[in-house]
């Protein structure tokens, strides 16, 4: 079964202290991508994987990072989190051999930052 | 830059009624557009999309929308709802430019009434 699955699903954390949410694809497509979802602001892009070791910044990439070293991978760090990125993460990612456009997305992972 | 309006922020239909979803967008060129669903503390799942020919396009669970060029919108509709499908609604359109990037509207909560 085609999945993006993202842990944790669930994080309560202090400001500055490092955290990593990770996001695995076992659909072995090429193309990985982060959004955050805020309440009437919909979801918008953090950043994106085109390739293994090619990202490159979405529309709110400020205190996020990246990397991309395998394929099914795609990690997101926040370095020093803050209260302003608390909101609800997910992961997206193609199906191999469809449009690289149409995307599925993983379960989520709402963090609160204290 | 382009962007996806959904005007209604709530809207509340009585099991079995008729449904209607406005989304209208903003994009230079033939546009990707998607509709997504998003259930209580669940992630989002793919209703429908359209590429390009028929502009009446059918997805999953009994939705179906419409592209009409000529008004930049791209409805979602379905004949009766059931109260399954309380959720939340999200129109998307993609960026063909580079990054894949879908675009967000901010949402329809839909409430139904039994």
């Known amino acids: 079964e085609a999945q993006v699955t993202q842990n944790p699903r669930y994080l309560i954390t202090v400001t500055g202290k490092k955290l990593t949410v990770t996001c695995s694809q076992n659909m072995n497509h090429e193309y990985m991508s982060w959004y955050r979802q805020d309440p009437g602001l919909g979801l918008r892009q953090i950043y994106y994987s085109m390739n293994v070791e090619v990202t490159d910044k979405g529309d709110v990439p400020e205190g996020y990072k990246v990397s991309r070293k395998e394929k099914r991978n795609f990690p997101l760090i926040l370095e020093s989190p803050s209260p302003n990125q608390t909101s609800l993460y997910f992961c997206?990612?193609?199906?191999?051999?469809?449009?690289?456009?149409?995307?599925?997305f993983g379960p989520g992972t709402r963090l609160t930052v204290t | 830059a382009q962007s996806v309006t959904q005007p209604d922020i709530h809207i509340t239909v009585s099991e079995g009624a008729s449904l209607e979803l406005r989304c209208n967008y903003s994009y230079g060129a033939t546009p990707y557009l998607f509709w997504y669903v998003q259930s209580p503390g669940q992630g989002l799942q793919l209703l429908l999309k359209y590429f390009s020919g028929d502009t009446l396009v059918q997805g999953i669970k009994g939705f179906e929308a419409e592209f009409k060029r000529s008004q930049s919108s791209f409805n979602l509709r379905k004949p009766s709802v059931h109260w399954s499908d309380a959720a939340e609604y999200f129109c998307?359109?993609?960026?063909?430019?580079?990054?894949?990037?879908?675009?967000f509207g901010t949402g329809t909560q839909l409430k139904v009434e039994l």
């Open positions: 997206a990612s193609p199906i191999a051999g469809g449009s690289a456009y149409e995307q599925y």
């Open positions: 998307a359109v993609a960026s063909t430019g580079g990054g894949n990037k879908l675009t």
